[in-house]
């Protein structure tokens, strides 16, 4: 099962693949590139490029499962070039942006926490499972937005390829813990647990430290003030169709049908909070 799960992904991979080479970089049109965005993309950039640390943690998560760590080497591989597009995009858009040294700062400023050798944080590998799941359908859901969002076309091209992507991570992910489930028995209930843990440690240190790191300039690093920046100009992306999509795949990925009665309820509250996390966000910038 797994065997057909790998070969499946690495050659859906190879035929999915996009480089840097496939941008149409000369149809960059910086007049039509909001500021906001840049900055919330400076910030992405930062994170995507250091997906590589994520997939060390995974290869130590998934020491016995020599299959997963050939994909989450592939996966990360996928990543890191995002980071390279959306930093490139970037310098262009605005010359004095220089990545590598932004890279540098984000570097010194942020590491992973500690994690225990050979073992998941979330408790399991179908634990870890249903993280990944929530990064790539938040992810996912970012690009989408981004996508629809901007006039800017190479930024547009950019953001589709990489909301693709995600979405093939997100599924792959979905498809791997399926085996994990059967030896684990991780109950739906504790699923959602993982899964609204993960999405509340979104408001943790990365994006705040990728975002000051990006865009702070000489001030000195505020945890609070570089995440309330940050998450005014990112929230503001998403419309409606975004969040309810996001939480269909969330609760795919905890066992729910997205379908049911109180999945619509779900759906609904999630648009809500954001709605009304947007609103606090710009009161207070206000
Ligand atoms: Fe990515
Ligand atoms: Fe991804």
Redesign the pocket.
Same mark, same amino acid.
């Given at each position: 099962m797994r065997h057909r799960i790998t070969v499946t992904w690495l050659s859906k991979m190879a035929q999915n693949h996009w480089t840097l080479d496939d941008v149409p970089w000369d149809r960059l049109a910086p007049a039509e590139a909001d500021r906001d965005l840049v900055a919330v993309i400076k910030a992405a950039a930062l994170v995507?490029y250091n997906?590589e640390s994520y997939a060390a943690y995974l290869g130590r998560v998934f020491a016995d499962d020599r299959r997963f760590q050939d994909i989450a080497r592939e996966w990360a591989a !996928?990543?890191v070039q995002?980071?390279v597009a959306l930093g490139r995009w970037a310098s262009l858009v605005d010359p004095g942006f220089d990545f590598d040294a932004a890279v540098r700062r984000f570097r010194d400023l942020y590491q992973l926490p500690p994690t225990p050798e050979r073992r998941s944080v979330r408790g399991s590998c179908s634990g870890e499972l249903v993280a990944r799941c929530m990064v !790539?359908t938040g992810?996912s859901s970012f690009?989408s937005a981004i996508a629809e969002a901007t006039r800017e076309p190479v930024l547009r091209f950019v953001c589709q390829r990489?909301a693709a992507?995600?979405y093939r991570?997100y599924k792959l992910f979905l498809t791997y813990m399926k085996p994990y489930l059967d030896r684990e028995k991780v109950s739906r209930v504790e699923r959602a647990w993982i899964g609204v843990k993960r999405v509340l440690e979104t408001q943790d240190d990365e994006l705040a430290c990728a975002y000051h790191a990006a865009n702070g300039g000489a001030e000195p690093y505020d945890r609070k003030r570089a995440a309330q920046a940050y998450e005014r100009r990112a929230f503001g992306l998403y419309r409606r169709h975004h969040i309810e999509r996001a939480v269909g795949m969330a609760l795919k990925a905890w066992g729910f049908s997205p379908q049911s009665r109180w999945a619509g309820l779900v759906r609904r509250a999630a648009w809500w909070l954001v709605g009304s996390r947007v609103g606090r966000l710009e009161r207070q910038a206000a």
């Open positions: 995507e997906a !996928e990543e995002h980071g !790539e992810t690009y990489i992507d995600e991570h």
